[in-house]
């Protein structure tokens, strides 16, 4: 067949959503669609599940009504990529969402306590392309916040937000989309 | 710290569960690959016209009921194998494989183009196909204008190999009495 390079297939969303709908899968696997590959989540700690609730719990107290907090789900973010991040803050009710997921996010966060290099590259490339305009990761390892803002509009290797921080556990932060409000590092981390 | 990304694999079982869902078109050159669903180059001209010359060379076979010639089909290899090699010669049956995809028993000899690298062939499908216990695979490699013959499979790879320049003739084992000048092969 003389291929040269091996190129595994694509799969599109809606490939994806098609297979999802089919019980293709197992309903207890973790996937997320990346770039049209299909990628296997780690099963979680308890570390990591524990700084998923307290996040939860955080961005439900500060962002009110019109958002919603969406934890584990879905996002159908372009036509090869449906990630299913720890933690999405949406505008708008649950119900908005019943026919198709949401497509954009004011707010991303990812817990990581392994896979620093694939949210911190892989993950934040994909969040930029999208244009989500706040991508934070809970950093286990390092016991600090990482903070990306800013998408850069022509997504290069190791470019993709224009601005990154990172808030330790003494510090506050105020998401973009809620300004006025401010949250403690410390209450992020187990 | 590890990094533990793994793309999601597939057996063979689901690889023809999501054919059936019709997610993949006819266009789409495929072939399950350990787990991996592979996307094959297009063909080239040179590529084509071996296989019909292969085809053409073995076509008294076919017309004695001594084989079943199958090309670019599916064989289940494996529980997460089905590769598409680019011509078997399989052992005849009544319903022409309507019924289920030949396995490796139902194999006599399998051949592979490649018309500017062997290198998949060889490093990735050859060991498959030994482990599964493909008798004969043949490699006609266009590039280099010769062929190569494996046999003898155990599960760690083919005993024995040999190669083919222009102006020699091979017979595949399975029938021993056919002969091909490999000059009829390579264009």
Known sequence: ?190 | MTVQLCRRLFTADEYERMATTGIFGEDDRIELIDGEIVTMTPIGSRHAGAVNRLLNLFLPLQAEYAAQLSIQNPIRLSENSEPQPDLALLRPRSDFYASSHPGPQDVLLLIEVAETSTDFDRQIKLPLYAKAGIPEVWLIDLATEQIMAFSDPMPTGYQRSATYPRGTVLTPLAFPSTLLPTDAILT
């Open chain 1, 1 to 190: 067949m003389g291929t040269q390079t091996v190129q595994t297939r694509r799969f599109s969303r809606q490939d994806y959503e098609r297979l999802v709908a089919e019980g293709f899968f197992h309903p207890e696997e973790r996937l997320e669609l990346v770039d049209g590959e299909l990628i296997m989540m780690t099963p979680q700690g308890s570390r990591h599940a524990t700084a998923v609730c307290l996040a939860e719990g955080a961005l439900r107290s500060l962002f009110g009504a019109g958002f919603s907090v969406r934890v584990q789900l879905p996002i159908a973010l372009d036509p090869d990529s449906e990630p299913e991040p720890d933690l999405a803050v949406v505008t708008g009710s649950p119900r908005d969402y019943r026919d198709a997921h949401p497509q954009t996010a004011v707010l991303i966060v990812e817990v990581t306590d392994t896979a620093l290099p694939y949210d911190r590259e892989r993950k934040a490339r994909l969040y930029a392309k999208a244009g989500i305009p706040e991508y934070w990761i809970v950093n286990l390892l390092e016991g600090c916040l990482e903070i990306y803002r800013h998408p850069a509009i022509v997504s290069s290797p190791g470019a993709a937000y224009q601005s990154h921080s990172v808030a330790s556990s003494s510090d506050t932060i105020s998401p973009l989309a809620a300004p006025e409000r401010s949250l403690a590092v410390a209450d992020l981390l187990p």
